[in-house]
């Protein structure tokens, strides 16, 4: 499956922005969805992923209580809606895709095969 990100942008602390990540071919259905993200320096951290249906979803602390995850498997497409954005949330946003991930608690990159090409989302103060 090949993935494209898009929706990032600048924004104020305290808005929002709603990431996209489009998948490519007719097994989207079978992928385990999630989103990571990497500031400067810093290692590529997970944010929140989703199962095959998406009926379960799963947050990082980074993102409880703010972003919501969720996806629509007849357009193939993985959302990212971020709310409350502050300069701390200053990353890349890469989607990821695996249909083996048997835990959405999956916090290592390594283990997530299919990747977007991230989208820069900028939070200025």
């Known amino acids: 499956v090949q993935l494209q990100a898009s929706g990032g942008g600048l924004v104020q602390t305290g808005g929002s922005l709603r990431l996209s990540c489009v998948a490519s071919g007719r097994t989207f259905h079978n992928y385990v969805m999630g989103w990571f993200r990497q500031a400067p320096g810093k290692e590529r951290e997970y944010v929140a992923g989703?199962?095959?249906?998406?009926?379960?979803?799963y947050y990082a602390d980074s993102g409880k209580g703010r972003f919501t995850i969720y996806r629509d498997n007849a357009k193939n497409t993985v959302y990212l809606q971020m709310d409350s954005l502050s300069p701390e949330d200053t990353a890349i946003y890469y989607c990821?895709?695996?249909?083996?991930?048997?835990?959405?608690?999956?916090?290592?990159?390594?283990?997530?095969?299919?990747w977007g090409q991230g989208t820069q989302v900028t939070v200025s103060s």
């Open positions: 990821a895709a695996d249909p083996y991930i048997r835990s959405l608690a999956t916090y290592e990159a390594a283990a997530w095969n299919h």
């Open positions: 989703i199962s095959w249906g998406g009926g379960s979803t």
